[in-house]
């Protein structure tokens, strides 16, 4: 597994954008896939994940309504569609893929395997 994500950028408030997260290995479809974000100063915390087929996701209560994540398996990618950003959503978004899952850890960032080198999100107020 090797994950590159991309997508980032400068953003008003109330903006909107998609990340992606391409996997240019040949088993993407038998991991869970996640974001997460870390910003300034703070510790990496969890956006969102989805199941191996996309057939269930979860999100943090703070991006719930507004992020929504997604996953094509034919093109080994993982989205983030980001809408009605907040200042406080800042930060350097990762994505990360984990064989396992468990309803009670899926948020644990420790759990997982492979991460992608990030990509920065700056929204302006």
């Known amino acids: 597994v090797q994950l590159q994500a991309f997508g980032g950028g400068l953003v008003q408030a109330g903006g909107s954008l998609r990340l992606s997260c391409v996997d240019s290995?040949?088993?993407?479809?038998?991991?869970?896939m996640s974001w997460f974000r870390q910003a300034p100063g703070k510790e990496r915390e969890f956006v969102a994940a989805i199941s191996w087929s996309g057939g269930s996701t979860w999100y943090a209560d703070s991006v719930k309504g507004r992020i929504t994540i997604s996953r094509d398996n034919a093109m080994n990618t993982v989205y983030l569609q980001m809408n009605s950003l907040k200042s406080e959503d800042t930060a350097v978004y990762y994505c990360?893929?984990?064989?396992?899952?468990?309803?009670?850890?899926?948020?644990?960032?420790?759990?997982?395997?492979?991460w992608g080198q990030g990509t920065e999100v700056t929204v302006s107020s």
């Open positions: 290995g040949r088993t993407f479809d038998t991991y869970v």
């Open positions: 990360a893929a984990r064989k396992s899952f468990s309803y009670s850890d899926y948020d644990d960032r420790l759990r997982y395997d492979y």
